[in-house]
């Protein structure tokens, strides 16, 4: 059971991650509004945005199979740790309370950083990865 439930973590952490590097790929000009929008226009390029949207899916791609996990698990952790800090408000005030700006929708950005990390915790458990 261990097996299989590492293997879905994997999948659906890499599936966002893939996700969002296809956006760059496909709606370019949805990426840029997300980056003006949470990452204060740092990758605003429309013509560089592809190209990070294509990386992140090879990345993404990687990290799904179990490729060179030393590298592709810390990556992945960094995007979405980086993606966390973004929405950093929704995250310590989900509902707005005492901070503006924030959305309950972007709460699970602590639970994917939280999944990286027990992946990279129990490296030595998984199955069904390419590189064991």
């Known amino acids: 059971m261990k097996g299989w439930t590492l293997a879905l973590l994997r999948l659906s952490i890499g599936l966002l991650v893939f996700w969002w590097g296809l956006d760059k790929i496909v709606a370019v000009n949805h990426a840029v509004g997300v980056s003006d929008t949470f990452y204060g226009g740092l990758l605003s ?3 560089i945005l ?3 949207g294509g990386v992140q899916i090879l990345v993404a791609l990687a990290f799904i199979a179990g490729f060179r996990r030393g ?8 995007m979405n740790a980086g993606s966390m800090v973004a929405v950093w408000k929704s995250v310590v005030d989900p509902f707005g309370h005492v901070l503006e700006g924030t959305n309950a929708l972007f709460f699970p950005a602590l639970i994917t950083v939280a999944g990286c990390l027990v992946l990279i915790a129990l490296h030595d458990q998984e199955e069904y990865v390419l590189d064991r």
């Open 71 to 78: 590298i592709t698990d810390w990556l992945i952790t960094l």
């Open 50 to 52: 592809p190209i990070l």
């Open 45 to 47: 390029n429309p013509s």
